[in-house]
Structures are given as C-alpha cells and as structure tokens.
C-alpha cells in the first residue's frame, strides 16, 4: 500500500543525545514536510522541502536539520541544541508545490527526553 | 499567512449533522481552504478542500461564503468515529513556498451517543 511510514513510533533521548527520526514514502510526492505538535496543540511547521536536495526552514528549525537525498525520504535529526524536544512529530508529503490537493501524513514518532 | 479562527470546541449527537464554522476574514485570492481532521495520537487526516464553489465528498461537504470570508465543514451524521480535532487550514501554494500548511488550534469534536 502506498503511504508514508515513519520510525520509531516512540524514542526516548537523554539530554545532549541527537536523534534522528525516520520518514519514507512511496507516493512518488516531491514535496516532504516535518511537523512538531505539544500536547493540546496545533502543529507546527520545522522544515519542508519542495525537491531532491533542498530544503527550507519552517517556523521552528532552530535544534533541528534535515536532508533530502533520496525523493522517497527525509529524514530529521533532533540535536542537542533543541531545547525543549520532547514532542509529537509528524512527517507529510504532497505531490507538488503546484498541487492544491491534500497532504498525507505519516502516524507519527513520539519522542520524550529523560 | 491569512489566519484562520474556530470554535474551540463543540458537542454534537451521534447521527445528527455537525456544521463546523471557520472564519477566514484575511483570505486571499490564491488561498485553498482545506479541512483536516487528526484523531489522538494519529497523524492529520485529510477531508475536503475547495476554492469557491461548494464541494462534497465521501466524508463531507464544505459551503463556502460568497466573500469566501468564512467556510463551513459539514459532516451529514455524525458517527462516534468523527470525534477528533478538526483543522481549518489556508493553502496558498502560489505565494506561500511549498504549499505548506499553517495549523491553528482546531475544533475539538465531541460526539455522544
């Protein structure tokens, strides 16, 4: 079936550990978004990346990367220097920056620092 | 970005329609309306999405005002699966750099039976 997978489902960090969270899809998407959610929360957007080798900051990319080598996968790293990473995080694809139709989204990775 | 404004929460009956109300009073000409919902501990589920003209789907309709200043989520019989927070988001993926979307805090939906 076709859809976004992301991994681990939940991960725990000590603190100064980077992390990094796993996102796949084979929708065959050109455009790759990583989300942030606290509880009781909307989402917010960290970085998003149009096409293969690039990418943009969302509102929130401070503590974050990310890397765009392969169209299927975006992966995001926490860093050290996020100071508050424990979150909801979502990843989502869409089929282009033209494209007005939906984004899908993956289930989610919950990350939690001890 | 063209903010979006919406009930924090709202109760409705098992099998009765549901209208969510979203004002959107900063819409510009190239926003998409769109409509998400997110059930908890589960990513955003896409609903329905229109420009001007009404829309329906399998899921639910969406009537948008003539000033395209305010919009609607209709969902014709609300089952106790469609409690879940719904989104009221602006697309504009003309000027707003990869289509991204701008969440806000949602409609918390509470269906009873």
């Known amino acids: 079936d076709g859809g976004i997978t992301q991994s681990p489902k939940y991960l725990f960090r000590k603190e100064g550990q980077n992390v990094t969270l796993s996102c796949e899809q084979n929708?065959?998407?050109?455009?790759m978004y990583w989300y942030r959610q606290d509880p009781g929360q909307g989402l917010r957007l960290i970085y998003y990346?149009?096409?293969?080798?690039?990418?943009q900051k969302g509102d929130i990319a401070e503590g974050y990367s990310v890397s765009r080598e392969k169209k299927e996968s975006f992966p995001l790293t926490v860093t050290s220097a996020q100071k508050n990473p424990t979150a909801f995080y979502l990843c989502?694809?869409?089929?282009?920056?033209?494209?007005?139709?939906?984004?899908?989204f993956g289930e989610g990775s919950r990350l939690t620092v001890l | 970005d063209a903010k979006t404004t919406q009930p924090n929460s709202m109760e409705s009956n098992e099998e009765e329609p549901v209208h969510l109300p979203c004002n959107h009073s900063?819409?510009?000409?190239?926003?998409?309306i769109h409509w998400y919902r997110q059930l908890p501990s589960q990513g955003p589920e896409y609903v329905i999405h229109g420009l001007t003209s009404n829309v329906n789907n399998r899921m639910a309709s969406l009537a948008i005002a003539e000033d395209r200043k305010s919009s609607t989520l209709i969902l014709h019989r609300a089952t106790l699966r469609d409690a879940a927070v719904y989104y009221c988001?602006?697309?504009?993926?003309?000027?707003?750099?990869?289509?991204?979307?701008?969440f806000g805090q949602g409609t918390e939906l509470s269906v009873k039976p």
């Open positions: 929708l065959n998407h050109d455009a």
């Open positions: 900063t819409i510009s000409g190239t926003d998409y």
């Open positions: 988001i602006l697309r504009d993926v003309m000027h707003n750099q990869g289509g991204k979307l701008i």
């Open positions: 989502a694809s869409s089929a282009g920056r033209a494209d007005t139709g939906e984004l899908f």
């Open positions: 990346s149009q096409i293969v080798n690039d990418f």
